[in-house]
């Protein structure tokens, strides 16, 4: 939806779709709100000595599933620029939970992973969360599943880009 299509900031949503979708927008907050005390022990005690934030957990989710990344390739994803990405690649790195690699293909190309060290305890943290999102795609049917990650797709973009 376009501003225009939701008016200003004063208008209030239509009714239905407030009643519908948008009233279980709040008790998402605390699905992410728990991440912290989800995490396995030595992972929080990592993020908390070297002060990492949900932003750094996102780089690591992105690496979690086990496939070599660029810089580049992780700022697409993560919809935040090149600077910013390297800051939190070096960051993530410097603690031992990133390693960095040469490209051997491309020598100027640097491609990321986790740390093999850390890649069972982020797989089982990332797999342990997943789960309700995986029980309620288990509940619709195959066009609702599409519809339910074309929705999450489109506001994660309208969130990011406000």
């Known amino acids: 939806m376009s501003q225009d299509a939701v008016g200003d900031d004063t208008e209030m949503p239509d009714r239905e779709?407030?009643?519908g979708a948008l009233r279980f927008v709040p008790l998402l907050e605390t699905f992410y709100?728990?991440?912290?005390s989800?995490?396995?022990?030595?992972?929080?005690?990592?993020?908390?000595?070297?002060?990492?934030?949900?932003r750094h957990g996102s780089v690591l989710t992105q690496l979690t599933h086990g496939q070599e990344l660029s810089v580049g390739e992780l700022a697409t994803r993560l919809e935040v620029g090149l600077p910013t990405t390297s800051e939190l690649v070096g960051d993530l790195s410097r603690v031992g939970l990133v390693v960095r690699r040469q490209d051997p293909a491309n020598r100027r190309r640097v491609l990321l992973s986790l740390a093999e060290e850390y890649r069972d305890l982020m797989r089982a943290f990332a797999s342990r969360r997943a789960r309700p999102l995986l029980?309620?795609?288990?509940?619709?049917?195959?066009?609702?599943?599409?519809?339910?990650?074309?929705?999450?797709?489109?506001?994660a973009h309208e969130v990011h880009s406000a």
Do not use: C, I, V
């Not at 709100?33 to 912290?36: E, F, K, Q, S």
């Not at 989800?38 to 949900?54: C, G, I, K, S, V």
């Open 17 to 19: 779709l407030l009643e």
């Open 135 to 155: 029980r309620a795609f288990e509940r619709l049917t195959p066009a609702e599943r599409e519809g339910f990650a074309a929705g999450l797709r489109a506001w």
């Open 38 to 54: 989800e995490m396995p022990d030595e992972l929080r005690r990592l993020f908390q000595e070297n002060r990492l934030t949900a």
């Open 33 to 36: 709100r728990r991440a912290h």
